[in-house]
DNA sequence: TGTACATCAGTGAACGCGCGTTCACTGATGTAC
DNA sequence: TGTACATCAGTGAACGCGCGTTCACTGATGTAC
């Protein structure tokens, strides 16, 4: 993972799905072209067909693509926080901090979830990526779930709470910020709002 | 607003509007189209452009409609809240509750926020809709930033934060939990995301 | 009470363009024997 | 080492359909005098 590892010449296919990711954050997957993509990528319409047996299975490439990116960087994040504190309680708000860091540095605003795109065109998408977007929400779902329930073993909460639905406030969380930071223009609406669910965190477990 | 009110017949141009608001929390703007919402309210399509300059125009009317009916709504649930209770804190989170009550008997699944979702097509509108998709963020900031201001001027909070973010933590967890509501079907992400906020407040704030 | 004109809420036909998709074909590289 | 065939990564031309938009026109209702 080092920065100045030889940057491998990326495939035309994952050129595609690069410069489709930028385009359906921004417009949409309707407006998406496909004109559009090849003319960035610099192949003919037939050269996309190729690599894609439609449109709709550029979207499912796009979302398991996302999901797999998205689940690396988690893992890498609050793994690296569980080496720093054996405590289930400071090792995940170390974790909290280290991924809010993290999104600082997506320097101006954050292009968005694919996920969430989906959720606001589900029309346009077959089942099967409508099943993926369900299946990435569902999967942050066990992870938080999984650290808050070895933190309420250990602390028990000040305040009643379900634990799934406090796992997935950290999904909505994000994704609200994400919605808030590219409305407003505003690159640190993310750190904020991770801060806030730490502070909750933090408030709600800590003795 | 009694349930038995007598029903006014709804203009074209409201139905209009009602029908392509249904779609675009959908497909999103581009897929709705203007042949679909004629045929759906029954006139032709030169009728549609005596009521829309064109297709901007409707998500212009769309956004003012959606930000109207949306402070509406907070307006009457937070002022009869604020008759409930004089002090700043406990006034806020009975229009917490009561919000949130109102949140759970939107049935089913939310249907959306009109202006979340612009912001994941907004190259698609002009400067005019984008700008008021942005003052509905601010109008929220605002309004949950003056109850904060209130409270925290009574109770100092027990960590240190920022009360323009955690206004717009409100913002962030509700178009985040409808996000969710969206991609899993699942009802009751609303009511459960604003009762979490509801639980950072006191925990925040209470003495 | 009647006439003239204006406004409202549309109709009907036509337009051109961009889109996703298909199909037959191709030149370069890889593999089996 | 040479030949035959397969696979990879595309090209080029054509298709038909749906879309947003325009334009000239219309019948019903409202208003001024």
Redesign the pocket.
Known sequence: MSQTAAQKPAS?RERLLELAEQQVLQKGFAST????LIAGVG?????F??HFK???DLARALMQRYLEDNKRQLDDTFDRAAELHDDPLHGFLIGLKLFAELMEKVRDVHPGCIAAAVVYQDQLFDAEVRALSAEGFLAWRARFRNHLQRIADRYPPKLPVDLDTLADTISALVDGAIILSKALKDGKALPAQITHYRNYIKLLFEP
């Open positions: 035309t072209s496909i004109e559009e192949i003919t319409k037939s050269g067909f190729y439609d449109k709709n």
